[in-house]
């Protein structure tokens, strides 16, 4: 058992037992073998890496989102599909290609949208639809991009005449504040024991490349002690953090998708789909500045980074050390709103497997040391958390272990930035 000490163990129970042998029954509609043939309807599928259709990018990516179109089963004759791009932020996106042929006997193709990094003030979406003149062919749905602004931070003069006073004793912090670039990489240990959603499942390097990350000043700071913090897209990691949320919960056929079984009332309850266009940002506050050494300290209770109106907040002696980051998603704000309007609502949220937990997902176990005994495993991949900066450089750099729940072990988080001039 991979369940750490510092997270209640949830049962299953007899419906999601079923529901397990059930979903193993039932033909995929990704397999098309002889001895499996899929006999549903004919239909044209869009999907993104993970899985899902919809994305939520930054206004300056111009990283290019890889589309793949597939069929659920084989034709005789090659299918040709017209592809649209559609919505307020289609200026902002390039299709590489408008046809896509997929020849006799195969199953997908693909098709990459890149990004163009225009300036927008506001958030816009664009819609992917295909068509095809083949018949006997339906097409399941459009996918969504979505287009966020990046925010924009001003110091206050508060914080202004403290960098001022850093300056003044040789810290200047100048060349950290503001934009940077983030690189590196997420070693995902992924499960053996749990089946979670099958783009979380297996043990991965998850590459970080170009993202897009804002440094601000912490309220926290003081005339002593510089202190950093990461309003927007923390490490880089807002991506990779929502994909493994989404794999605990949305995407979770086994745990998700009974019917009567909590998640899934919770996801009609606040109109939350595999489709539907969530917004996920992670922060990382009180990241405290060694300018002597050029080092930095940023790892503190769990507790720490819940917001205090987040509804499952948990006591101080049951809180880990970790990298507390603080989570801002547009799923958990309907999640409060729910709560707050419908108090019972809170049981609910909280009979969802624990698989509710943010918190306690993404970061399941201490990293203050070698915790992999309590994970049951001897080799449990730990890293001793490390933060360095460079003041001339204008860099950062960071590189420590997380555990999300049941995972076969820690994870690890390797990244430098570069502030954008």
Known sequence: MKTSLYHRLRSIGAIGLFSLLLLSLLPSCAKDTPDNKYRGENKIQLRLPDGSRSVLIAATSTSPIKVTVRLTSRRTDAVTLQLNLTGEAASSLTLSSKTLTIP??????EVVITPSAKEVTTQQQAKLSVTSAASG????????????????WTPTAAQQALID?????????????????????????????????????????WRISGATMLVELSDRA????????????????????????????????????????????????????????????????????????????????????????????????????????????????????????????KKTVESADGLMELYSVLSNT?????????????????VKPEG??????????????????????????????????
């Open 165 to 205: 006073g850093y300056r003044a004793k040789g810290i200047d912090l100048s060349t950290i504040l503001g934009y940077h670039t983030v690189e590196g990489t997420v070693d995902w240990a992924g499960f053996t024991e749990y089946d979670y959603g099958t783009d979380i499942h297996s043990q991965a390097t």
């Open 366 to 382: 201490g990293i203050d040391e070698d915790r992999s005994a309590e994970l049951d495993v001897t080799e449990g991949h730990y």
């Open 222 to 345: 003081t005339a002593d002690q510089p202190v950093l913090k990461f309003s927007y897209n923390a490490l880089g990691l807002n991506d990779i953090y929502k994909k493994l949320w989404d794999g605990y919960t949305v995407n979770n056929l086994n745990y998700f998708y009974t019917e009567g079984a909590s998640g899934l009332e919770v996801m009609k309850a606040i109109n939350w789909t595999q489709t539907s266009a969530e917004t996920f940002n992670v922060v990382l506050d009180n990241v405290r500045v060694n300018a002597s050494t050029g080092t930095l300290a940023f790892t503190g209770k769990r507790l720490s980074g819940m917001p205090a109106t987040y509804p499952l907040r948990e006591d101080e002696s049951d809180s880990p050390i970790v990298v507390p980051f603080t989570y801002e998603s547009s799923v958990w704000t309907r999640v409060m709103a729910k709560i707050a309007a419908e108090p019972t609502f």
């Open 137 to 152: 062919l339906m097409v399941e749905g459009d996918l969504t991009i979505t287009i966020s602004p990046l925010p924009v």
């Open 104 to 109: 006799a006997g195969h199953l997908e193709g």
């Open 388 to 421: 360095k900066i460079d003041l001339k450089k204008g860099t950062l750099s960071f590189t420590f272990p997380f555990h999300g729940y049941n995972s076969d072990y820690y994870s690890v988080v390797k990244v430098t930035s570069q502030q954008r001039k």
